[in-house]
């Protein structure tokens, strides 16, 4: 008899979840978001989501189906999540075949190439956003201004960012009071009346799929929580300690990709850490990366290089912050 005990590998627990419901319960909290791109973008949101939807799926496709010769995977609803956060990262008026390159890169690149779901390092639709911003930094640079259906995909006005007013405004020396009258107030920016990208103007709808997020145990508070936090308290020192200079936290959190990033790219499952105190650290050292980018870096924005670096950390905080071992004697006193 062979009394040989084999133990395979974690996890050893199984909830009932499955990585299809997972993906198109994180499908359902991006609805609001999409929604409210297309009211204020129009038919630009609708084409650049389509496209890399489309080019996202199929790219995942035929490689698997022609240079890997797996099993197609495409029904897990994970190349589909990726492309509606590619898409959300992006101008509604980025040409196609840009949108095409990004999909290679997020899914060809950044997940194919380590072996799929599950054992990429960096979040792929951030990847591909790197890839076109590096690549394409005037189309990706060039933001329209929300119209709704009154104008076209291709002749949509552009105009600055509020990140990139204040940047430019601090560059010149306007102070932060005079440079407030130029962007829209709070309540718009909760609602989402301001250039950016598709998927970053509205914090309702994001704060929407968040709770909806939470409430179905797709995602845990920490790592949201963590980055908005750490974003907040970094930025209320220094707003505190020169008003005329830096920007208020309010400001910091609702302008630019905080709420999307710290809510759909920094919660992906394969690139964040698996420990409560983990995502901690991990949270706030996006927050605050994020807020030293867009404070003393070249580019106003800073949520998509944060999350990518800290994606390099997450193997090493997965390795020295683990939980207790099941059975492990403790001491007291």
């Not at 060809?108 to 390092?121: Q, S, V, Y």
């Amino acid at each position: 008899m062979n009394n040989q005990l084999n133990v395979s590998l974690s996890p050893h627990i199984h909830g009932g979840e499955t990585t299809r419901k997972l993906m198109f319960g994180v499908v359902i909290a991006l609805i609001p978001t999409f929604i409210a791109s297309v009211i204020f973008f129009g038919v630009g949101a609708i084409i650049t989501t389509a496209a890399a939807v489309i080019s996202c799926v199929t790219i995942e496709y035929l490689i698997q189906r022609f240079l890997l010769r797996k099993p197609i995977s495409i029904t897990d609803g994970s190349a589909l999540v990726t492309g509606l956060l590619l898409a959300l990262t992006l101008p509604s008026n980025i040409p196609i075949y840009i949108v095409v390159i990004g999909s290679v890169a997020a899914i060809g690149i950044a997940k194919m190439t380590f072996g799929g779901l599950g054992n990429n390092p960096f979040n792929p639709a951030l990847v591909g956003r790197a890839v076109m911003l590096i690549s394409f930094p005037t189309h990706m640079t060039s933001w329209p201004t929300p119209a709704g259906f009154a104008t076209g995909y291709i002749d949509a006005v552009t105009g600055a960012t509020p990140l990139a007013i204040i940047k430019e405004g601090i560059k010149n020396g306007e102070s932060i009071a005079q440079l407030m009258e130029k962007i829209p107030s709070t309540v718009e920016l909760m609602l989402g009346k301001m250039g950016g990208s598709i998927g970053e103007i509205s914090a309702i709808a994001l704060l929407i799929g968040f709770v909806y997020m939470l409430y179905k145990r797709i995602i845990t508070w920490h790592i949201p929580v963590a980055v908005i936090g750490s974003l907040a308290l970094f930025t209320s020192i220094l707003w505190i300690s020169n008003p005329d200079v830096y920007a208020s936290p309010t400001f910091h959190i609702l302008s630019g990709g905080v709420l999307i990033g710290a809510i759909f790219m920094a919660t992906d499952y394969v690139t964040s850490p698996m420990i409560p105190k983990s995502m901690i650290i991990y949270g706030c050292g996006i927050g605050i990366l994020t807020a030293v980018i867009r404070i003393w870096g070249a580019y106003p924005e800073g949520v998509m290089f944060a999350i990518l670096i800290m994606n390099a950390f997450v193997p090493l905080l997965n390795a020295y912050i683990k939980p207790k071992r099941f059975g492990e004697e403790v001491k007291n006193g």
